[in-house]
């Protein structure tokens, strides 16, 4: 079985843009979580999407935002990047009813 | 004071040592406890997850909960260099929606662990 992908796996952008990533999860996997991952503050939750419905969020500003689609697959937006957003973005995925989530390899954000 | 509090490390010992990693927690709502191994430049892989307070054991891995002290461990037997990695902690409550339950997991800053050969 394939497991959690994301695209692009690196990125570069400049202050003020925007990003948009994506994540495939896992076949049959409904859940889909995301995390942003940075040496001084660890992994911290963004949000989580079930069935198309953002049903937990985390502790950031309105500039992070995601959804999901009928497949399942899910974006994540940042806009009016700032040089604290460069980060390792994780997305996991787990099916109904467990709670094992399994991680992607993450897409690397760099903002200049 | 952090939900969550793990050693950073780092933490260097000789191959086939016991390794013991450790997280404290404040949040009694916690139910559901994982422990992830993260390489460099990876994802988080899944090693062990535990519902509520006590052992469970999966080859060299053994992971315990204790709910009283708010405390848990993962101890790693008879270590190798391929177990050099960022070994973090994470926890949950437990969210019940129509259709399962949900995932917002609260995660250690992680262990960073050097096994030398």
Known sequence: KAGVTQTPRYLIKTRGQQVTLSCSPISGHRSVSWYQQTPGQGLQFLFEYFSETQRNKGNFPGRFSGRQFSNSRSEMNVSTLELGDSALYLCASGTSGEYEQYFGPGTRLTVT | ?117
């Open chain 2, 1 to 117: 004071q952090k939900e969550v509090e793990q050693d950073p490390g780092p933490l260097s010992v000789p191959e086939g040592a016991i390794v013991s990693l450790n997280c404290t927690y404040s949040n009694s709502a916690f139910q559901y406890f994982m422990w992830y191994r993260q390489y460099s430049r990876k994802g988080p892989e899944l090693l062990m997850y535990t519902y509520s307070s006590g052992n469970k054991e999966d080859g060299r891995f053994t992971a315990q909960v204790d709910k009283s002290s708010k405390y848990i461990s993962l101890f790693i037997r008879d270590s190798q260099p391929s177990d050099s990695a960022t070994y973090l902690c994470a926890m949950s409550p437990i969210y019940e929606h129509s259709g399962g339950s949900n995932y917002k997991l609260t995660f250690g800053k992680g262990t960073l662990l050097t096994v030398n050969p």
